[in-house]
């Protein structure tokens, strides 16, 4: 492996394990509180699904290690966090993670590795992993397309908090240099993607930030921050 690629995937690595951590405050209230409130499980379980179709990717992938290892840290953590609303959910919502655990992380990934496995040889295992991949990337922006949406009509940043927006950018900007160097377009499309999403939010924070409807105060404008930042980065590409 270049040494320019390894450095690009292993700083790769550092922003994408952030973004991974990012709830690990909403956890520990969680469990101190012993409840997931209204906190939904959707985002956690389908990162996992994410971030297990990427190993299955890296792995297969000749050169794949750096894809394995960011990814690899993103299944445990995403296992965990799906782990406490098992635990700590109201039946009816622990109900709805298992179903969902059931027919993502489970049904969708096991239909995929064995689809691959028994019916696709070759190179072409490679490339059906990373469509399948790369589509489910770009199906998962639909949340930061949702944000903009929301900024522009109702002029106001209060639902594209700026650090979901940074990390965006930032994310999908040095996967993209990663999948230049190695020469990866399934790895280059939804990060390129991130990274012109990311850049356009940027700039409509610094359009918005100021204006009247943003100029909220008081610790409810704080905490919707804080969960839309913790639901909208688990939906954020990272390969």
């Known amino acids: ?32 509180n012993r409840s997931t409130e209204d906190f939904e499980p959707s985002p956690y379980v389908i990162t996992l699904l994410n971030s297990s179709l990427w190993v299955y990717y890296g792995i297969t992938k000749p050169g ?17 966090y799906v782990a406490l609303f098992l635990l700590y959910a109201a039946p009816p919502l622990k109900a709805k993670t298992a179903v969902l655990v059931a027919a993502l992380d489970v049904g969708f990934f096991g239909a995929v590795a064995l689809v691959t496995r028994l019916a696709v040889h070759g190179s072409s295992r490679v490339v059906v992993i990373g469509f399948v991949c790369a589509f489910l990337n770009v199906l998962m922006y639909g949340s930061p397309l949702c944000a903009m949406r929301s900024v522009i009509t109702r002029r106001s940043v209060e639902y594209m908090p700026f650090l979901l927006s940074f990390f965006l950018f930032l994310n999908g900007g040095i996967w993209t240099l990663y999948a230049i160097l190695d020469k990866d377009i399934f790895i280059g499309i939804p990060n ?3 990274l012109i999403l ?16 943003s100029n ?12 839309r930042l913790i639901v909208a ?3 954020a590409n990272i390969p």
């Open 198 to 213: 990311g850049t356009s939010q940027l700039i409509m924070y610094m359009i918005y930030m100021n204006s009247e409807a």
């Open 216 to 227: 909220l105060s008081g610790e409810s404008y704080q905490e919707s921050q804080q969960q």
């Open 64 to 80: 794949g290690l750096l894809i394995v290892t960011v990814n690899g840290v993103g299944v445990v953590m995403e296992a965990v």
């Open 192 to 194: 390129g993607i991130g």
């Open 1 to 32: 492996m270049e040494a320019s690629l390894l450095f690009v995937g292993i700083v790769g690595n550092v922003i994408s394990v952030l973004v991974f951590a990012s709830p690990i405050n909403t956890f520990r209230r969680i469990v101190r």
């Open 233 to 235: 980065s688990n939906e």
